[in-house]
């Protein structure tokens, strides 16, 4: 590594980012610690985990020319999740599941709906039409759909009152043991570089090595404490707005903590990397099926926190079935424009409206 790539380098972006975001963490302490009003400390928290988790992100992104892309994706989405995995463990602590549940579904609703919505709308008003005909994105679709899928089961057992029913906890176990079994089994080919991999675009570190891992190290214990409080201000600003646990969990939880650090998928869009760009995009919501939903049932079992299962309400499935559909249809119909990005943030509006009462 030349001596150049291995210099921190600190554009304005940069610059911005980190001053906003130690900003928002002491303004989110302040309002923590200093009895704020809960709208305004809930907003500020909330600011924060998003600037934390676009920090994780960046910092990943770093990393990426070190590692190779398929590697950078798997860090990229598994690492960016991490925000939301603090806010279900102190939501789970709080006894807000519900809110969990919804949050997991949301931040698959996000990724599929919101931020590849904005993406298509982004690259086909720039350049038109754009091709994504990837076979890691393909793949990754195929993966997606499958592992959505188990994790729905033990909601179908659920309600068409099997005999699995009467033992939902063991159930719900048993599939998060398989789907993180599943994620093993898969990372030999999401590290794997092939051919599409000299596409992807990169450029030379700006960030040495050590800086890359520290702003990580630091940005990701600055999200442990922040999401706590932002799960402490959780509860009563949903009640002075009130708003109902599902609907803060499947909008407001998922994208503070999870669709932020995606906006690097619209950033590869405008540039005309749509491939490149769907395949950063659909590895989130794997990794959320794979990785964190399963986690969290295992951590609720072992740590003794609120009981999570990996039973939803239909509505919640339905939506999240339909939304594993339209990704895989578009993936294969192997373009996409502008209209199908507004017809999908459509989409996703209406069905967040369908959550507002309840």
Same mark, same amino acid.
């Given at each position: 590594m030349n001596a150049t790539a291995a210099t921190p380098t600190f554009i304005g972006s940069d610059k911005l980012m980190l001053g906003l975001c130690l900003a928002f963490v002491v303004l989110a302490g302040f309002a923590e610690y200093g009895g704020w009003n809960a709208v305004v400390a809930f907003v500020v928290s909330a600011g924060a985990v998003c600037l934390l988790a676009s920090l994780v992100g960046r910092s990943v992104e770093q990393l990426g020319d070190r590692f190779g892309p398929g590697a950078t994706g798997v860090l990229q989405s598994g690492l960016g999740n991490l925000p939301e995995l603090f806010i279900c463990i102190f939501a789970l602590k709080a006894g807000l599941v519900d809110v969990v549940r919804a949050a997991l579904v949301g931040?698959?609703?996000?990724?599929?709906?919101?931020?590849? *919505?904005?993406?298509?709308?982004?690259?086909?008003? /720039? @350049?038109?039409?754009? =091709?994504?005909?990837?076979? /890691?994105? /393909?793949?990754?679709?195929?993966?997606?759909?499958? !592992?959505v899928s188990a994790m729905a089961i033990p909601s179908f057992t659920h309600w068409l009152h099997t005999p699995a029913d009467q033992h939902e906890d063991t159930f719900s176990v048993i599939v998060s043991v398989l789907l993180?079994?599943?994620? $093993?089994? !898969?990372? #030999?080919?999401?590290?794997? /570089?092939? @051919?599409?991999?000299?596409?992807?675009? @990169?450029?030379? #570190?700006?960030? !040495?090595? #050590?800086?890359?891992? *520290?702003?990580? $190290?630091?940005?990701?214990? *600055? $999200?442990?404490?922040? !999401?706590?409080? +932002?799960?402490n201000a959780l509860q009563p600003a949903m009640d002075s707005l009130s708003i109902n646990e599902t609907f803060a969990g499947l909008v407001?939880?998922?994208?503070?903590?999870?669709?932020?650090?995606?906006?690097?998928?619209?950033?590869?869009?405008?540039?005309? =990397?749509?491939?490149?760009? +769907?395949?950063?995009?659909?590895?989130? #919501?794997? =990794?959320? $099926?794979?990785?964190?939903?399963?986690?969290?049932?295992?951590?609720?079992?072992? +740590?003794?926190?609120a009981s999570l299962t990996l039973v939803f309400s239909p509505l919640l499935v339905v939506v999240?079935?339909?939304?594993?559909?339209?990704?895989a249809f578009i993936a294969f119909d192997g373009e996409s424009t502008w209209l199908e990005g507004a017809s999908l943030i459509v989409l996703y509006a209406i069905i967040a409206t369908s959550f507002w009462w309840g």
């Open positions: 931040s698959i609703l996000a990724n599929l709906l919101l931020v590849l *919505g904005l993406a298509f709308v982004v690259g086909g008003l /720039r @350049h038109g039409t754009q =091709q994504l005909g990837s076979e /890691r994105a /393909r793949t990754i679709v195929v993966l997606m759909l499958l !592992s993180l079994a599943l994620f $093993a089994l !898969s990372l #030999p080919f999401s590290l794997r /570089r092939d @051919h599409t991999d000299g596409d992807a675009p @990169h450029e030379k #570190p700006r960030w !040495s090595l #050590p800086l890359a891992i *520290g702003l990580l $190290a630091v940005a990701s214990v *600055g $999200a442990a404490f922040v !999401s706590d409080w +932002f799960v407001v939880v998922a994208i503070a903590g999870n669709a932020v650090e995606n906006v690097v998928g619209v950033q590869l869009a405008a540039k005309n =990397q749509s491939p490149y760009a +769907f395949s950063v995009i659909l590895n989130s #919501p794997v =990794q959320i $099926a794979l990785v964190l939903a399963p986690a969290l049932v295992l951590i609720s079992q072992i +740590f003794g926190l999240l079935m339909l939304a594993v559909m339209l990704g």
